[in-house]
C-alpha cells in the first residue's frame, strides 16, 4: 500500500469523528437497480424492454409500451448477513428488515395516430422505487497488539490536556475523559494497556436506504420510437451505528474494560431529470439510450459520541452533560449517467434484456449548503474523490421466459464494478447481484415474486490502518424476497 492510499484511508477513519468526506459521495453515486418483483427478478435489464414502471430508473421512455392504465405495489423483506475475518477469528451476524420497494401509478392514453401526427400514445406516471438499501449488521471479535486507544493517543500527542476536549471530542477527549489514556511529560500521552493483548468485539448497524419518488412522461411515436422523461426526487435517510468494546488479555492491568459507541443520522433529499428514447429496428428488438443529469443533495447530518471504562477503582463515565454531539448541513452533487439498454422479444418463448451503464464515481463534489452562515471549502475531499474513484461500466442481464400463456421465469445477474482507483483506498470486490422469480398474469390483476442476493467483499478499518488491529475484511450478503402485485384498467 502506498503513502497516498494511506492518508486516504486514514481519512476515511470511522473514528475519526463524522466530517463529511468521500466516503459520503460514494454512498450516495453507488445506487442499484430496484423496484417491482418483476424489475428485479430480470436484475433491473428492462431499460429497453419496458412494461414495468421501475425501468423508469434505466430509461424513462420504456414507459411507452404501456398500453393499460395500472398501478403496482411491491412489498419487500431483507436479511442481511456479514462473515467478518479479524486476523483469523471468523464472525458471523445477520439481521431482518422490511420496507416497500415500488408503489407506482401509470395512466395510459391511446391515441388516434391519424388526428395526432402518428402518436400512438401518451403514459404519464408517479411512484417511489427504492434504489438502494443501507441495511446491514456487521460484527467481528478477536485479539491484536494494538488498542483502538493507541489511536486516540496519536492524534492527541502534542496537544496540551487543557485542549484535548477541543481538539478531538469525540475520540481522544473521552478517552482522557474515562482514565482509558493519561497525560504524560511533554504534551503526550500513555495508556494502562503495555502488556497483553486487546480483544476487540465491534459491531456496526446501519439501517435505512434511497427511495426516488418520480414523475414522468412518456409516448410512442409509429410504434418505431418511444421517448421519454422523468424528474426524480430521492430521499434519503441513513443511520450508523457502532459499539466498540475492549477488553484485555492481562487481567492484572488497572485498566479493564472501554465501552466507545457512536451514532450518525443523516436525512435529506436530491432531485435529478433523466431522458431517453427506445428505437425499435424491428418487431422483436429494441434500442434504448438514456442520460440521467447529475444529482444535487441536500443533505443534514447529526452524530454522538460516548465511552465509559471499568477500572480497579470501578466504572468510569462521562458526565451526561458534556457527552459531544454535532451537526451539519452541506450538498453534495453525484455524477451523471448514461445507459444503454438491449432488449429483445423471443416470440411465444419470452424476452432477454442487457442494460449498461456508464458512471465516473471521481466526478462528485462536495460543498457547503447555499449561504451557509460558516461555509467549508471542501477541497481536500473533493480531491481524494478524484483521487480515489474511477469511472466505471456496470453490467445487467436478465431473462424471462413463458411457461404458459399465464405465467412467466426470470432470472438475472448484476455486476458492478468497484468505484475505487486500482491500489488506492478500500480494497473492494465488485458488486454482484444474482435474481430470480416468477409471475402470473390473469389479465387485469398480475402477480410477481422475486428473490435477489447480494454478493460483494470489503475492508473495514475502525481506526488508523498502519496499526495492527484497525482492519476487518467483511463478506457482505443480502437476500431479498420481493412480492408485487399489480392492476390494470
Known sequence: MNKISIIIILLMSTTIGYAQNEEDALRYSEIYFDGTARSTAMAGAMGALGGDFSAVMQNPASLARIRKSNFSATFNLENPRTTANYYGANTNDRGVAGNFSNLSYVKAYELDPKKFNNWYSVQLGMGMTRVKSFQQRSRYKGTADSSIVHSFINEANGTPDSLIYDFFPFTAGLAYDVFAMDPAPGNQYVTDFTSGQAIHDRTITNKGGMNTYSFSLSGNYGNKVYVGGAINFTKVNY???????????????????????GELDIEGWGYNARFGFVYLPVEWLSVGLSGQLPTLFNLSDSWTNNMTSMTDDGEKFVDPEYVPTGS?????????????????????LGSIGLDIEYVDYGKSILASKRYSDAPYSFDLENSQVANLYKSTLNYKLG?????SK?????????????????GKGN???????????????WGKVYADFATVLLSKKTNYYAYDPTMNGSRAAFDISNYSFKFSVGFRF
Open 406 to 422: 399465464q405465467s412467466y421465469i426470470r432470472g438475472g445477474i448484476a455486476y458492478y464494478s468497484s468505484p475505487y482507483v486500482d
Open 239 to 261: 443511520n450508523s451505528q457502532f459499539q466498540h468494546i475492549e477488553s484485555y488479555t492481562d487481567t492484572a492491568l488497572w485498566l479493564q474494560r472501554i465501552n466507545y459507541t
Open 427 to 441: 480494497a473492494a470486490s465488485p458488486t454482484i447481484f444474482y435474481t430470480g422469480g416468477l409471475g402470473y398474469n
Open 328 to 348: 451539519f448541513d452541506y450538498r453534495i452533487t453525484t455524477p451523471a449517467r448514461a445507459n444503454l439498454s438491449i432488449g429483445a422479444i423471443m416470440w411465444e
Open 399 to 403: 431473462v424471462e421466459g413463458r411457461l
